[in-house]
């Protein structure tokens, strides 16, 4: 369903995530490669967050992994790699180690979340283990799989530059947590075609041969370039 209300009309879509360096040992840094575009001017900082969650029962074991502040963002194609150390493992309760958990990537526009990726992750154990597991866990023996082609996607509605006054929270949401989505290679308006998404997949890199950096805060981005 199309939003017309220009108070949430997304500024700032996602138009591709690669997850690099997967799968990987589980001590290995995560690194995902976020492509997005700003398809209208917008004044602040863009900020990302990845998290790890330790255990399904409760949030309380949930790790953020890296926050970073970016901006200023122009209007078009932007790209970096952000970069988080791996969970400590001290903190996950020790049965849910292995297995299949969640990574969340969230994006926020002042204060406010707009949209939230998440990943469903394999920690696989290399040798045979009882249903106990391990006597002693080597995290040299723990490979992460991070499921990267079946992500959740879920967007908010925010007011982004427009007037507080003009937006009401939760405003044309289907569902109470936000609209989820599948997540294909574009997150472009849901009123695009498919063959559209992939004309501008296609032209991604020609785009990116023109850039400029953008100021960075936190300590998980290699590199950053915009259009």
Same mark, same amino acid.
């Given at each position: 369903?199309?939003?017309?209300?220009?108070?949430?009309?997304?500024?700032?879509?996602?138009?591709?995530?690669?997850?690099?360096?997967?799968?990987?040992?589980?001590?290995?840094?995560?690194?995902?490669?976020?492509?997005?575009?700003?398809?209208?001017?917008?004044?602040?900082?863009?900020?990302?967050?990845? +998290?790890?969650? %330790?255990? &399904?029962?409760? /949030?309380?074991?949930?790790?953020?992994?890296?926050? #970073? $502040?970016?901006? =200023?963002?122009?209007?078009?194609?932007?790209?970096?790699?952000?970069?988080?150390?791996?969970?400590?493992?001290?903190?996950?309760?020790?049965?849910?180690?292995?297995?299949?958990?969640?990574?969340?990537?969230?994006?926020?526009?002042?204060?406010?979340?707009?949209?939230?990726?998440?990943?469903?992750?394999?920690?696989?154990?290399?040798?045979?283990? +009882?249903?106990? %597991?391990? &006597?002693?866990? /080597?995290?040299?023996?723990?490979?992460?799989?991070? #499921? $990267?082609?079946? =992500?959740?996607?879920?967007?908010?509605?925010?007011?982004?530059?427009?007037?507080?006054?003009?937006?009401?929270?939760?405003?044309?949401?289907?569902?109470?947590?936000?609209?989820?989505?599948?997540?294909?290679?574009?997150?472009?308006?849901?009123?695009?075609?498919?063959?559209?998404?992939?004309?501008?997949?296609?032209?991604?890199?020609?785009?990116?041969?023109?850039?400029?950096?953008?100021?960075?805060?936190?300590?998980?981005?290699?590199?950053?370039?915009?259009?």
């Amino acid at each position: 369903k199309k939003n017309n209300n220009t108070a949430t009309r997304m500024s700032v879509n996602i138009t591709d995530i690669k997850v690099l360096n997967n799968p990987a040992s589980f001590t290995t840094p995560l690194q995902f490669e976020i492509t997005f575009e700003c398809v209208s001017a917008i004044q602040g900082d863009l900020q990302w967050c990845l +998290t790890y969650v %330790g255990a &399904a029962e409760s /949030s309380e074991h949930d790790q953020v992994l890296e926050t #970073i $502040e970016l901006g =200023p963002v122009n209007v078009g194609l932007s790209r970096f790699i952000l970069e988080a150390n791996p969970p400590d493992i001290n903190k996950i309760p020790k049965g849910d180690v292995l297995g299949v958990t969640v990574l969340l990537l969230t994006c926020g526009y002042k204060g406010k979340e707009f949209i939230r990726v998440g990943y469903y992750v394999n920690n696989d154990y290399s040798e045979e283990i +009882t249903e106990d %597991g391990p &006597a002693v866990l /080597s995290l040299e023996k723990v490979t992460r799989k991070i #499921i $990267e082609d079946q =992500p959740r996607v879920t967007h908010f509605p925010i007011p982004w530059d427009a007037s507080e006054e003009t937006y009401t929270e939760g405003e044309n949401v289907p569902e109470e947590d936000g609209e989820i989505v599948d997540f294909d290679a574009s997150m472009e308006d849901e009123a695009d075609s498919e063959e559209e998404e992939e004309e501008e997949e296609e032209s991604l890199s020609d785009d990116m041969e023109s850039s400029e950096d953008m100021t960075v805060e936190g300590q998980g981005v290699q590199i950053c370039f915009s259009t």
